[in-house]
């Protein structure tokens, strides 16, 4: 999974216009859903 983020994900987020909105949205995303692992696991 963590190849498929790094190697797929990111490089077609960041190829865009618009691309700084799609890597912070990302890591706003991911670091929420760690927030919530962290408090809730």
Do not use: R
Request: avoid cysteine; proline fraction near 2%.
């Amino acid at each position: 999974m963590k190849t498929v983020i790094w190697g797929l994900l990111i490089p077609e987020m960041s190829s865009g216009e618009h691309s700084n909105i799609g890597a912070i949205f990302f890591a706003v995303g991911f670091s929420l859903m760690m927030a919530l692992d962290v408090a809730l696991g």
